[in-house]
């Protein structure tokens, strides 16, 4: 599938959502096993969503302005990763401070599409290896503002690795 990112798509979970809900892919569903294809890095402009992401989205230039912007937002989680991984760059420590965010966007949105769709769903994005946790401090540091005090899990880096990933969801989510 074809698809411009919006950086001002990103304003919340359900924006960034709905930018991919497009109608023309409805007309591609069907009772036959379907394939759908996004391209690489469709889950970058997630990065973005939210409050910690506003400065970053009304700013005009390129996306590696727009990260550098974001370094405030994150000061306490970029923090706490150089702590945790003491040779990391600073950039690095941004990207493990976006796999909340980042995850929470890219996973429900992908797996929630293959099922209204019916269809396999291919999607990329980068980030870490991650896990999920449910520990309150972890959800303080790491969570969503937007989403206090509803939030009850956190996606969390198992490693300070970042990879460019593909992902696979089945017409079950």
Do not use: C
């Not at 919340?12 to 096993?33: K, M």
């Not at 400065?55 to 727009?66: C, Y």
């Not at 796999?99 to 980030?127: C, E, H, K, P, Y």
Request: overall charge negative; proline content about 5%; glycine content about 6%.
């Amino acid at each position: 599938v074809g698809h411009r990112q919006s950086i001002e798509a990103s304003v919340n979970y359900t924006t960034w959502f709905n930018q991919f809900n497009r109608s023309d892919l409805y007309e591609l569903r069907s009772h036959e096993p379907t394939l759908i294809v996004f391209g690489e890095l469709t889950g970058l402009t997630s990065a973005f969503i939210g409050t910690r992401g506003q400065i970053a989205r009304i700013q005009v230039g390129t996306v590696q302005n727009a990260l550098a912007l974001m370094m405030k937002s994150y000061e306490k989680q970029i923090t706490s990763y150089l702590n945790k991984y003491p040779t990391i760059s600073i950039t690095n420590a941004l990207e493990l401070s976006l796999s909340d965010v980042m995850w929470r966007a890219f996973n429900q949105t992908f797996s929630s599409l293959a099922r209204l769709l019916n269809a396999t769903i291919i999607s990329a994005t980068f980030g870490p290896r991650i896990f999920r946790s449910t520990d309150p401090e972890d959800i303080e540091l790491y969570g969503d503002p937007d989403l206090y005090p509803n939030q009850t899990e956190v996606y969390l880096p198992l490693a300070k690795e970042i990879y460019n990933t593909a992902h696979v969801y089945a017409p079950n989510g």
